[in-house]
Structures are given as structure tokens and as C-alpha cells.
């Protein structure tokens, strides 16, 4: 058999060698082995850093590590390389020795015996799918002194007792359908190689079947299911469990990359392998399925991760985790320590808008600190732990003011992921946490049910038996509550959450891709709430309407009276004029924090309002509008609704906020400085190119990685005026890394600096200028185009409310396309009228005179995230505008 024959695997790699057994099984017996290796790839004269020990499962051979083969010795010694690799065929799999049935402790024993016939030394890194997981891990747990590190993707170590082994593992151990669907025909491999996402090339599926053409050579198919440890009485299940609590005591550097759309290794057995691994690196690949290998980058991961974490005691691992600025143990002031000192002030604390029969509902601090001391005492009491998780699907108000607090107090992680993210956002958000409790109002919990969430249920009303056997709640919020009081109050608190433990999980709104998980600790956050604090000035005595979710997190921790407006928080423009004004005057309000989309729709309703609520808001000394750049018009109209306030407009995100900030006379003394600069690949940049969002916050740092001609950001970190790139960040309340998101936080960690995905540049002042998303970058002949300015200029056309820039084509030749949404509204989708493309291309010219517009579209609603209702998704516009420019049926994008 040639090797050329299979796609991807280089000539010289396919080897066989005979191998004596020392198996129980069949000791003394003689077997020959295939095994793809690498060895011949690597330079003569370097010696490699390692070997890759790789193991496949059922049905498939050596050929799924076919990608890791060519790049591992290719790699430099300044790349963290070459390493060796060993991609095994297990006996009676692929094209090694058909020796009869093998039980997983046989099959753990051969792959010792292969690597003591091939001489393989130290250091040993065990790459495992599927059955290859247990198998190399058993190989690890009894070559400890060749270990270095372990690399698992889609597998298991264990079956929770009570629970069935996955559905299609049932299927294939029925009687019936066992030796048919296994050995008889090729259904099994047929129906495995069907799971890849997306379908694989034909050519690369056939040499997935090569080695099973036959039912002769199906036997081992058939017995891997045999084997399948389904509960104690079966033959491996010992060797097994030797295996899942063996593995506990491994302190090698681990990494598990995960498909989580995989019916038979779901993510519950993802969270068994942490539980049991917790140091380890975990990336899932949202959208990948059981072959993980071939739906994503699995071979470029595990070479970049090899990198950073081998040898482990290498000097300035680069972990990328967090800013690498921190506050000291001295400056730390955990979120509930305002509670705990205002105890017994009767002052409100809370007030929540949306109480009984519309009426607000309040809290003074003693009884906010009680009933915060209650919900700790009761979920400690009902089985919650210091570092469960809890997914908090609770609506802005009271009650998830004193959850939060509850939950940061006995250390345990709160999961905050809204409704906003839409039912797919939300589920995949849910899942991809792997809550230990979900904590939701009925509709969150059906909805826990039909996605099939992780995770005990609390509801937040008492169910009536029928729902509470449907939606599978544990326990309800008074139940929480009625024990709290039954527990005896400990003389002191219990666990004691330490500054660097984590505290919660904060995901992004998903404008840009889905949702990402952000973690933060107790320090971090304590960073964010300190440096809110010191930028704005709030303190106790503040009152503060928080209508953007994350301040109702921490309006208790600043000592502000806080209050929630009758909207949807989920969906920002719900927010009227009068609901902001009664808000404010249920406090006698003197801050507001609102969202961009939010304020427009305030502005829309403002004639509604009466003489008394335009009193109140008159009172208000500061608003806080973020989640989006903000222009110079919009805070100017809205300044006429709060004439006393100073306008503050923060930048961030998710991952950190707030890093600059600027008001209102600041924008204004901004557009008056531009200047002009010589820019970064021969560009020229002004002042004006972007939206200004002013210097950092006091204990942030920015800096700028310059474009190269190309577009790629790949200049050192600077702070040079007049250069655009990606905006770097560093300040003590930056994340401290993404959730099960490896592959992601290593790109966005760089040198202590986190690299956020947005592009701009600063001004001879200092000044950020914002000019969109690294990824929405236009990547044309003449260099790279960020499209803020050009949307800006746009949007100054008469009848023209918003607009986008976006690129089509090829990389290196994308040209520019215009896409307005337009007031009013059009009426269809699709080219814009030829006097709407004249004024456009007006515009632009007197300051962008090297754009060149192909093509002017319109649309009757630009698409935005639900979350922020502000940021429009261009990605899907230039799918969309490249469609309608190829002829192809005009929709709405």
C-alpha cells in the first residue's frame, strides 16, 4: 500500500514493525504494527524537542493525526520544535495485526510494549480521541517518568453511575444491531466519518475506510463497543476507573480540545475531565462535532500550546492570563464589604422599578446585607459550594442584586449570560460554562430543559408539583431562603473567597462571533469597581439608575443607592424617557448609566415626558453611556434632556471596562485638534479618523500594534501618534482569561497586553480614536481601510440614519461598499438610488479622496447585536453586499 494513496500524509511516514506482547491477553505473541511517523521528516541534524504520541479511537486508524505529522518537524527550535511523531494503529485497528478480541487494559499494555520496541525516550506528550484518551492516559499513568504532557480531544474517563452511556452507544450495543452495524457492514464507520463539519472530502473519507473494506478486517470495530465499560460489572471497567482517579494526581501540563456539538463525548464528560485535570488548557471549538481533528484547528493548537507550556519549568511561560497589572493584597476591597459595613444603616440601597403591581420595590442596606446573609446560609445549606458555578438567569432588580452578592460571598462563580444573546446565543453561552446550578425565572427554565442546560435548578417562584417535576427544579428561591433560616449562623462566614480564586464569567454580547465567556477573579473585579469609583467620583451618597446590566453588578460595592428601570434590559432601546425619569426620581437620581441604543430611544420618547419628570432628570450631575463609540450628536441631544450633567462616555469592553474615558466638551476640543500624521504602511491618519473615546482611566494603559501593508496588526506595542492598528490594553480590572477558550486567550494575550480586536490610533494628546474592528478592516490594493471614518462622513448625508463600510472580494484586493439604512426608511433591499450613491461618494471625496465607492446599497434595517442594538454586524453585510453585487436574489441580510 502506498502512502500517496492517503491524502495529507507525507511520503516516508507509513512504517510497520513487529512488536512481542506482553499482554495478558496474549503474551509472548508476536504482532506487526502500523504506525505513521514523522521520523524521516525530521532535519538530520536537530535533535527533536519531544514526542507526540498519538492514539486513535473507534472506528478510526493513525490517518486522523495525519495534520500534525509534516508541521511538527518542520517547526524550528525558535518555534518550539521539531517534535516526533507516532501516530499508532491499534492491534485489530487500521492496518495493523487482525489478533482477536482486546480488553482496554490489553490494548493500554500494547501501546507500552510499541514504545519500548520503537525506543522512544523522554519528554512524551500523549495526544488521545475517543478510546486513544483512556488508552494514553493509561500509558502516561505507567510511564511517569517519560511523561511531559497529555493532549485529549472528545473523550472519556468515566460513566456517572445511574447515568446511561450515550444514545448511539446504546444503538450500537444492542444485539440486534451490534455485529451488523459493526462488523457486517461498514454503518459504524460510515455513520462516525458523517459527523465531521463540515462533510470531509470524498478523498479523505475513502482513506478513512481503507483499512475496514472488508468484514475480515471489522472485528476490532465490533469489539471496541463490546468493550465499552457501561457500568461496574463490565470486563474494563476496573482498568478504567485505575485510569479516572489515577489521572488526578497528574501535574504534567495538559490541554483538552473539544468539539462540543459531539453526540457521544458531550460537554459532561468535558467537565468530568477537568474536575479530574484542573490545571489543564481548554479550547472549545464551537461548531465542531466528534472529529474534532478534522472540524478545526486541532494540529496548529496543540503545536502553538506545546510551545507555551514545554518544559514546564521554562522561565516566562507565557501563560496569557490577565493584564499582568494587579492591585496589591493591601488595595484589594472585595465587592461585599460595603454590605457588611452598612449593616445596620436603614438608607435605601436598592430599589427595583419592576415590583408588585408595578410599584417599586426598595431595600434599605440592613436589610439588603440580611437577605444577602439568608441566600448564602440557604445555598450553602441546599448542596452549593465554594467554586461551583451558578448561571444567574434572573432579570436586573433585587433579586439578582442579593444572588450576586450571595454567590460572591461563599466563593461561589457567578455566570452571567443574558437573554439578549438570542435562544441559540444563550443555550451554547450556558452549556459552554457548564453551570453546577441554574439559577432562572420559569422561562429560563424551560428553556434549561429543552436545551438540555447542565447543572441543578433553583426557580426563583415555588412551582407547583407538575412544573417542578417538568422543569426538573430542585429547589425554589423561598426554599433557598426558609433554609438560610433554619442554618445555624456560623461564628465566622466560612469559606473566605481570596482575592485571586475566581468570582464570575461574564459573556460578551456576541456582536463579533459568538459569545465568549470572560473570566474575572475577586481581585479583578475589585479592580473594575475601584476604578469606576476613582474616574467618576461615585461614592456612597451617589444615586444611580443603572439601565446597563453590568453597573447593577456594582452600584452595592460603591456604596450607591442603586435602581433598575422598568425595560428590558436584554434590549436596550425598551428604555423610555419616562421610565428613565421615574427611575431617577424613585432615588432622586444624581448618575445615570445607559447604552448608545438605549439614550436613542430615550430621545425618541422625550416628548412624553411631564414638567415634573423633566425636573428630575434636570437633577441628574452625571451620565455614563457606553457599550458602543458614541458620536458628538447624539450626547449633545441628549445633554438637552440632563443640562446639568456631565457627559462621560467610557470605552471597553466586556473583558475590560472601563479603559478611557471622555465627556462631552473633551469630543468637541477633540474634533477641534485634528492634526495629520504620517500613518503606518504610508497612510495618512488624522485626528479625525474614528471616534474619539479619550485618555485611559487612571491605572490603564493603551497602546497600538501598527497595520502592515496587508492589514495585520503586527507592530510592537506603541504610542506613537497618527499610527493605526489594533488597540492594546493593560490595567488591574482587565479579565484574567477566557473561559474554556485557549486557542483564544493565547491570540489575545501578548506581552502583558491584551489585544482587544478593535482598531484605531492616538492622537498627539493622547486621545484614543476608535476606528472599528480588526476584522472588518478593509484589505484593498492601495493598503488597509478602516471604515469609521468613511461611515462617519456618510452619515452627514441628508436622509442618510446610518450606514456601513464594508469590503468585498479576495484579501488584498477587496473593494469598498457602501450599505445605508436610510430615514425614512426604504422599502426594499438592495442598490441604492443613483441620487443617494452621487451624495455618498460627495462626502467622501473632499477627505477620502483614494476611496473609491463600488457600489452603494441600501437596506431597510441594518443588522446590530440584540445586546447593545448598536453595533452592526458588517461581517454578515459584506456577505451579503458580495451576493447582490454576483446576481444572485436580493433578501435581507
Request: aromatic share 4%; hydrophobic share 45%.
Amino acid at each position: 500500500m502506498v502512502t500517496s494513496a492517503w491524502p495529507g500524509v507525507p511520503e516516508g511516514c507509513s512504517r510497520y514493525l513487529p512488536v512481542t506482547s506482553s499482554a495478558a491477553v496474549d503474551a509472548g505473541a508476536v504482532h506487526r504494527w502500523h504506525v505513521l511517523d514523522n521520523a524521516a521528516l525530521l532535519p538530520a541534524d536537530v535533535e527533536p524537542a519531544g514526542t507526540l504520541l498519538c492514539v486513535h479511537g473507534n472506528p478510526t486508524w493513525s490517518y486522523l493525526w495525519r495534520s500534525l505529522l509534516e508541521p511538527a518537524a518542520r517547526r524550528t527550535a525558535e518555534e518550539g520544535g521539531p517534535w516526533r511523531v507516532i501516530a499508532v494503529d491499534q492491534l485489530d485497528m487500521g492496518l495493523s495485526a487482525r489478533t482477536g478480541p482486546r480488553r482496554l487494559a490489553d490494548r493500554v499494555t500494547d501501546l507500552g510494549d510499541l514504545t519500548h520496541a520503537l525506543g522512544v525516550t523522554g519528554p512524551v506528550v500523549t495526544v488521545g480521541h475517543d478510546w486513544g484518551g483512556s488508552i494514553s492516559l493509561g500509558w502516561a499513568l505507567d510511564h511517569p517518568d517519560l511523561l511531559a504532557g497529555v493532549v485529549l480531544t472528545n473523550t472519556a474517563v468515566h460513566q456517572p453511575t445511574g447515568t446511561p452511556i450515550p444514545w448511539p452507544l446504546r444503538l450500537a450495543l444492542h444485539p440486534a444491531v451490534h455485529r451488523p452495524g459493526t462488523v457486517g457492514t461498514t454503518a459504524f464507520i460510515d455513520v462516525t466519518l458523517g459527523l465531521a463539519r463540515p462533510a470531509l472530502d470524498p478523498a479523505v473519507r475513502r482513506a478513512y475506510r481503507t483499512p475496514y473494506r472488508h468484514t475480515r478486517r471489522r472485528g476490532g470495530v465490533g469489539q471496541f463497543v463490546a468493550d465499552i465499560p457501561v457500568d461496574a460489572g463490565t470486563p474494563s471497567f476496573p482498568e478504567l476507573d485505575r485510569i479516572a482517579e489515577g489521572i488526578r494526581a497528574l501535574t504534567v501540563p495538559a490541554l483538552m480540545l473539544w468539539g462540543p456539538e459531539d453526540p457521544i463525548f458531550s460537554d459532561r464528560y468535558l467537565r468530568d475531565l477537568i474536575d479530574r485535570l484542573p490545571h489543564a488548557d481548554v479550547h472549545r471549538f464551537e461548531g465542531a462535532g466528534h472529529l474534532v481533528i478534522e472540524d478545526a484547528p486541532v494540529a496548529a493548537t496543540v503545536l502553538d500550546w506545546l510551545d507555551r507550556r514545554l518544559p514546564a519549568d521554562r522561565p516566562d511561560t507565557d501563560q496569557g492570563r490577565g493584564s499582568r497589572l494587579t492591585l496589591a493584597d493591601r488595595d484589594h476591597r472585595p465587592l461585599w464589604a460595603t454590605l457588611e459595613e452598612r449593616a445596620d444603616d436603614t438608607a435605601t440601597a436598592v430599589v427595583d422599578m419592576g415590583g408588585p403591581g408595578g410599584t417599586a420595590a426598595r431595600l434599605g442596606w440592613d436589610a439588603l446585607a440580611a437577605r444577602v446573609d439568608r441566600l448564602r446560609r440557604g445555598l450553602l445549606a441546599v448542596g452549593v459550594r465554594p467554586g461551583h458555578r451558578i448561571s444567574l438567569l434572573v432579570p436586573p432588580g433585587i433579586d439578582l442584586t442579593c444572588l450576586i452578592y450571595a454567590s460572591l460571598r461563599l466563593g461561589a462563580v457567578i455566570v452571567v449570560a443574558d437573554a439578549g444573546l438570542g435562544p441559540r446565543g444563550l443555550s451554547r453561552a450556558v452549556r459552554g460554562a457548564g453551570p453546577d446550578w441554574v439559577i432562572g425565572i420559569d422561562r429560563a427554565l424551560v428553556a434549561a430543559r429543552a436545551f438540555g442546560w447542565p447543572g441543578r435548578r433553583i426557580a426563583m417562584r415555588t412551582p407547583d408539583p407538575v412544573t417542578r417535576r417538568v422543569l426538573g427544579v430542585d429547589h425554589s428561591l423561598a426554599e433557598v431562603l426558609a433554609a438560610g433560616d433554619a442554618a445555624p449562623a456560623p461564628a465566622d462566614p466560612g469559606h473566605e473567597p481570596q482575592p485571586d480564586d475566581p468570582a464570575a464569567i461574564l459573556f460578551t454580547s456576541g456582536s463579533t462571533g459568538p459569545a465568549k465567556g470572560v473570566a474575572y477573579t475577586h481581585r479583578q473585579l475589585a479592580a473594575m469597581c475601584r476604578a469606576v469609583s476613582t474616574t467618576y467620583g461615585l461614592a456612597p451618597g451617589t444615586a444611580l439608575v443603572a439601565a446597563f446590566a453590568p453597573f447593577a453588578l456594582l452600584g452595592p460595592a460603591l456604596g450607591a443607592t442603586s435602581v433598575s428601570p422598568a425595560m428590558d434590559v436584554t434590549a436596550p432601546a425598551t428604555l423610555t424617557a419616562s421610565a428613565l425619569a421615574d427611575a431617577a426620581a424613585a432615588v432622586e437620581a444624581t448618575a445615570v448609566f445607559a447604552s448608545p441604543a438605549a439614550l436613542v430611544n430615550v430621545l425618541a420618547t422625550a416628548e412624553g415626558l411631564d414638567g415634573v419628570q423633566r425636573e428630575t432628570l434636570a437633577r441628574v450631575d452625571l451620565l455614563l453611556s457606553a457599550g458602543a463609540p458614541i458620536g458628538e450628536p447624539l450626547l449633545t441631544a441628549v445633554a438637552a434632556l440632563v443640562p446639568h450633567a456631565r457627559l462621560h462616555t467610557p470605552y471597553g469592553m466586556t473583558e475590560a471596562l472601563p479603559i478611557t474615558d471622555i465627556d462631552l466638551p473633551g469630543i468637541r476640543a477633540a474634533a477641534a485638534d485634528a492634526l495629520v500624521a504620517p500613518g503606518s504602511a504610508g497612510t495618512v491618519t488624522g485626528a479625525g479618523n474614528g471616534v474619539c473615546v479619550g485618555t485611559p482611566v487612571p491605572g490603564a494603559r493603551v497602546a497600538i500594534s501598527a497595520f502592515d501593508a496587508a492589514g495585520s496588526p503586527v507592530g510592537d506595542p506603541s504610542g506613537v501618534p497618527g499610527v493605526s492598528g489594533e488597540i492594546l490594553v493593560a490595567a488591574p480590572h482587565v479579565k484574567d482569561h477566557y473561559d474554556r477558550l485557549y486557542r483564544t486567550e493565547a491570540a489575545a494575550f501578548d506581552r502583558g497586553w491584551h489585544r482587544t480586536g478593535d482598531v484605531g490610533h492616538l492622537d498627539a494628546a493622547g486621545r484614543l480614536w476608535v476606528e472599528g474592528r480588526l476584522q472588518h478592516v478593509l484589505s484593498t490594493s492601495a493598503g488597509p481601510v478602516t471604515p469609521v471614518e468613511a461611515e462617519q462622513r456618510m452619515s452627514t448625508v441628508d436622509g442618510v440614519a446610518r450606514t456601513a463600510l464594508v469590503g468585498v472580494g479576495p484579501a488584498g484586493a477587496q473593494v469598498a461598499v457602501a450599505v445605508v439604512e436610510t430615514d425614512p426608511g426604504a422599502r426594499t433591499d438592495g442598490p441604492a438610488p443613483r441620487h443617494t450613491a452621487q451624495a455618498l461618494r460627495s462626502a467622501l471625496a473632499p477627505v477620502l479622496p483614494h476611496l473609491d465607492l463600488a457600489a452603494v446599497l441600501q437596506v431597510r434595517r441594518l443588522p446590530t447585536d440584540i445586546r447593545h442594538n448598536s453595533k452592526v454586524d458588517r461581517t454578515a453585510l459584506a456577505g451579503w453586499a458580495a451576493d447582490v453585487l454576483a446576481g444572485k436574489r436580493v433578501s435581507a441580510p
